[in-house]
């Protein structure tokens, strides 16, 4: 009794086991099998690209076909970025007048080997025959893939100014440079030293070119903080703002750049007269009547740029020999390496400073013209930019709605000739023109629309840049 009950709960049990696993059970001595191990991580390299050619225009930086990286400037960088190894088609695009695209790098292929880093870098002159050594084209540097210290400075040097000759570069402590230092490396257009890792703190970097054995700084930083854990790139480029100094120094520290100026830098500033109805003027400096910044300008006549030092300045603006006249009364920030326009805009009795950043560097692929409104009689105003001869009926304007002060800033054009007609908005009354105007590639033109010169009833222009150049 007792044996045939057990064998009716051993057999209940193995039902019931049998109802809830809907597969064979497994055989005797046997397990599932174990899962596979997850694959590897993959192979990783490291890429950063550099916009470092001067006269080259904004790019697209297309991977695989895709834009990557769009409109970057010149003095750009892209932040340090991982992508896995292999083959990547790269391709850099000029952004061209009008919105055209033109592929002035690639499509090349890029083998990305694991755990090394690649810095790319755009440098060289892109209105350069193709033949040339300084002809635009890209830098690949490669270095190992790895982090830095937290106390360290990773640094490479690159010398990207094409113009600029064999240099000799020294990186010391602060201070006058120490007779008999020896240069960190040596290196023409192209060249770079390789990455050197240097404890975090203050250096100074000075780009020197030799000259009977005497070493000429043609470049010094000043003290200048590096900081721990950094991976930098330093690339010597060609100095297109204020100063003497060939160069600058663009510096990526792998998220993103900025440049290192001469110490010695100034500021570049020049004085334009746009007040129609107001007396020849002198313009004072930090109260320096006694030596005025300059002297008896008339309208409409703008003085050359003048280098000062860069700080902050109050400007005065009185009747020429009358200190007691004044009619402007403004501070002035001036900062180093940046050049100013200051306008005495608008009629007597409302004239007020306007103050212009200008850009004077020239972009091979493209003309840049600015216009600035500086009637104060002129009201709103639609300006048309059409092709010589061809007249502004049925056409639309360039710029509709200008009103006084208003700025185009730097517009890009095709280089060609071309007629400039200004209107009153909203019809086709000419208030200044047809203009024809011849503007070459890598030119920089600026203009301001003026009122009538005294007993004249033509509106006008104030030619500076290189519309001094005798184009009008």
């Known amino acids: 009794m007792q044996t045939r009950l057990m064998a009716t709960l051993l057999a209940t049990a193995a039902l ?117 050594a300084t002809a635009f084209g890209p830098l690949i540097l490669e270095q190992p893939q790895e982090e830095i210290a937290g106390g360290e400075v990773r640094v490479r040097v690159v010398h990207g100014a094409p113009n ?8 010391t402590e602060p201070g006058d440079l120490p007779a008999g230092e020896p240069p960190l490396g040596t290196f023409a257009f192209g060249g770079d030293l390789d990455p050197v890792t240097v404890p975090e703190g203050e250096y100074q970097i000075r780009v020197a070119v030799e000259d009977s054995g005497d070493q000429i700084v043609v470049f010094d930083s000043g003290a200048v903080a590096l900081p721990g854990g950094a991976d930098l790139l330093v690339t010597a480029v060609p100095n297109t703002g204020a100063g003497d100094a060939p160069v600058k120094l663009l510096v990526s520290d792998g998220q993103s750049a900025f440049t290192l100026l001469d110490v010695n830098t100034p500021s570049n500033v020049r004085v334009v007269h746009a007040s129609p ?43 020429a020999g009358n200190a007691g006249a004044i009619v402007i009364d403004a501070d002035v920030e001036l900062p180093a390496g940046a050049e100013t326009t200051v306008v005495a805009v608008g009629l007597l009795a409302d004239i007020a400073p306007l103050l212009l950043a200008d850009d004077r ?17 002129a009201g709103e105003v639609d300006i048309y930019v059409t092709a010589v001869g061809a007249g502004i009926e049925g056409a639309d304007p360039a710029i509709p709605g200008f009103d006084f002060l208003d700025d185009t800033g730097y517009l890009s054009l095709a280089p060609g000739s071309y007629d400039v007609t200004v209107t009153l908005a909203g019809t086709e009354t000419v208030a200044i023109g047809p203009v024809s ?36």
């Open 277 to 319: 109805d107001a007396p020849a003027v002198d313009v004072i400096v930090n109260d320096d009547f006694e030596a005025p910044f300059l002297a008896n300008v008339p309208f409409p006549v703008a003085s050359d740029f003048v280098p000062v030092e860069p700080g902050e300045y109050n400007v005065k603006v009185t009747a």
């Open 437 to 472: 105007i011849d503007i070459t590639a890598g030119g920089v033109y600026s203009t301001i629309a003026r009122d009538p010169l005294p007993g004249e009833s033509d509106f006008g222009l104030i030619l500076l840049d290189d519309f001094l150049g005798g184009q009008l």
């Open 16 to 132: 019931a086991v049998a109802g809830c696993n809907s597969g064979s059970p497994p055989s005797a001595g046997t397990f599932p099998p174990a899962p596979p191990p997850p694959p590897p991580p993959p192979e990783t390299s490291t890429v950063r690209i550099v916009h470092a050619s001067a006269d080259a225009p904004d790019v697209d930086i297309l991977v695989e076909g895709d834009v990557a990286f769009g409109d970057v400037p010149y003095l750009a960088a892209t932040p340090i970025t991982e992508l896995d190894s292999g083959d990547y088609e790269i391709q850099v695009d000029a952004r061209l007048p009008g919105d055209e695209r033109l592929a002035v790098i690639g499509p090349v292929t890029l083998s990305l080997e694991a755990d090394v880093q690649y810095n790319v870098l755009a440098i060289g002159n892109v209105g350069d025959d193709e033949s040339s």
């Open 361 to 377: 560097r020239g972009i091979a692929t493209e003309s840049r013209v600015r216009i600035v409104h500086g009637a104060p009689s």
């Open 164 to 171: 600029a000759p064999e240099v000799n570069v020294f990186v």
